[in-house]
């Protein structure tokens, strides 16, 4: 599957200000090296992607700043064959006065966005004060800290953007009076134009484009509502990677933090890894239909299934046989299926693969296969991470790669 990475506020019909320097990228978390890098996590859902040429050309240029790292992954991805660029705003011209309407039609009343846009904000206002203070230009401080709709809607009045006019806008749209004055309403409107309209142009770029978006968790709901105005059946089918995306990050984030890939080269690896991000997205999608989370419990029973499925052939055994002792030192929380999962997986090591089960597990085999691999606490595995070479038993350094491991974890 194919992901379009999204670049907020570009070829929107109704962005004038200036965009904030951390609006285009695509979704981010904060790299080990400092600055920002493509959410690795996120990633591991699709098996390539498409990046704006604008936000590309945008990481370029500030690639020396906060962006060191994503230019780096970025490029790899580019090089790797991962990432394809497209110039979305051929995309969106064609289609300039549709989006204005359907935007104006969504904003008839401004009721139904009113607990998603106070909620959003509420969500990423301190994520957008912690990047004025850590990556921000200083010139920019303040309109990387403000809200884009509020900052767009002085400058459509052409105010003065001052730290009390952006707050008293911002405290209106905070505000849970049920009430409002007309003109309240059409300030609010204003507001939420360039955030609908986004939302407008990411559905039209996935139609036209043939491809789901990956966006930030925050707009989820921005997107929910869209769907839910769609006049037909067949408008409304869409196929969101932003739900699997968001139990990913959870999964590598939360519940096996340890797993989660710590360089591009990692990533690239598990996207290329035969069948690993389409069975990644299918458990995760499966997961959400049937109302669940992923969760530490949530791990553990997906290691016992695959114990049950006989997910491994015999020269696969050991690597599950380490993975579940991984399970039981990284996730103590979890309840005690962890046991029944070590158990499972010991027990397996001399099965017969099912070729159809072992394809709903091909993403936890790729998980083993990333090398540099942080081993669990102390406990040594069997098999090299690197080559996936037998290790001696009288020694901890693969004869056939070099590779080595210590009690602190991998060399």
Sequence with gaps: MKVLLTAFGLHNPYARSELQEHAIIPIAFDAPTGGLDLDYSALLVAESFILDEQAFEYIRQNRRTFLTAMWTSVTALIDAGLVELADYGDVCAPHAKQIVDKTEHLLRSVEAWRPIAREQWLTVRPEFEEFASRYGSAPRQMANAAHYGVLNHLQNLEADVTVTEVTRVERLLLTRRTRLSRGEQDVLRDVFRPLVAQAVIYDLLRTRLGAPFLDWDDAEAFHEQLRAARWTAEEAVAEDATGV??????????????????????????????GAVASLRAELAETLERGERVSADWMVR???????????????????????????????????????????????????????????????????????????????????????????????????????????GEV
Excluded: H
């Excluded at 995306?245 to 890939?261: K, M």
């Excluded at 299926?337 to 936890?364: G, K």
């Design 245 to 274: 995306a968001r139990e990913a990050r959870r999964l590598f984030s939360v519940v096996i933090p340890e797993f989660r890939p710590g360089r591009i080269e990692d990533v690239i690896k598990f996207l290329k890894s035969k």
């Design 302 to 408: 997906t290691q016992v299934e695959a114990a049950r499925a006989q997910l491994v052939a015999s020269e696969r055994g050991r690597v599950i046989k380490w993975f579940g002792r991984c399970i039981s030192a990284w996730i103590p929380g979890a309840s005690l299926l962890t046991e029944a999962a070590i158990e499972a997986s010991e027990d397996i090591a001399e099965t017969v693969m099912r070729p159809r089960e072992a394809q709903r597990f091909e993403w936890l085999y790729a998980l083993q296969r990333l090398a540099p691999r942080t081993s669990a606490r102390g406990v040594r595995p069997d098999q090299c991470a690197s080559c996936d070479a037998e290790l001696s038993s009288d020694s901890d350094a693969c004869a056939a790669c070099g590779w080595t491991w210590n009690a602190g």
